[in-house]
């Protein structure tokens, strides 16, 4: 899909390199993962990494971000919205400006960019270097006011829904005990061997 993406577009390609949905407290094979992704990803040109890794107290892990930073260059490093759950970001900013990352998504550590504006905006003018790119509810409606407000980037998705089917007495495929943000689902091994002792 990147590679796909790479070849039909013009503008820079950031990707998001997250190797699980849920919290961003990695396990090891997860770490190393990340690595290959963004071994990938540079190998295919793209302009940019997003990416982060948080400590269980939700402090920044420094040793394991410092080095998805140095892997990712020369491409840019933007720190995704793990910054949104630190404990503190003011002093997570400046942590992260050690390690020069270029920009740090975040919605203010609110529900939405908009009701996190205050914290935005001490955000840049905190900031010394990094950008600090405003996302989440953005849309028409109130894309102005980040731009009043002095911030410099924004991110969107600016989706809709589409490719509509009806999916009358047909069940229902998505697991949601798969996208949870407090733990992460894993395969347990007794669990297969049960089943396979069972069967055979």
């Given amino acids: 899909m990147i590679a796909a993406v790479k070849q039909h577009l013009d503008i820079p390609i950031h990707v998001l390199i997250r190797p699980r949905s849920g919290h961003f407290t990695y396990s090891d094979f997860d770490f190393e993962v990340m690595k290959r992704d963004i071994a990938f990803c540079k190998e295919v ?10 400590l269980p107290d939700f402090t920044l892990n420094m040793g394991r971000t410092e080095t998805l930073v140095q892997l990712t260059r020369p491409l840019k490093f933007t720190f995704h ?21 270029d920009g740090i998504l975040t919605s203010g550590q609110s529900p939405s960019a ?5 914290l935005l905006q001490k955000l840049k003018k905190l900031s010394s270097k990094t950008t600090i790119i405003a996302g989440g509810g953005i849309g028409p409606r109130n894309c102005h006011i980040f731009q009043t407000a002095g911030l410099e980037a924004l991110h969107l998705s600016g989706t809709a829904l589409v490719s509509h089917i009806h999916t009358d007495r047909k069940i229902e ?28």
């Fill in 114 to 118: 908009e009701q996190g504006i205050e």
């Fill in 81 to 101: 919205r793990a910054f949104d759950w630190v404990e503190d970001p003011i002093t997570t900013l400046k942590q992260l400006e050690k390690l020069d990352v």
């Fill in 173 to 200: 495929i998505n697991s949601s005990k798969h996208i949870q943000e407090t733990s992460t689902a894993v395969t347990q091994t007794e669990t297969i061997r049960q089943i396979i002792a069972t069967v055979t």
């Fill in 45 to 54: 040109e793209v302009d940019g990494i997003v990416s982060g890794i948080l």
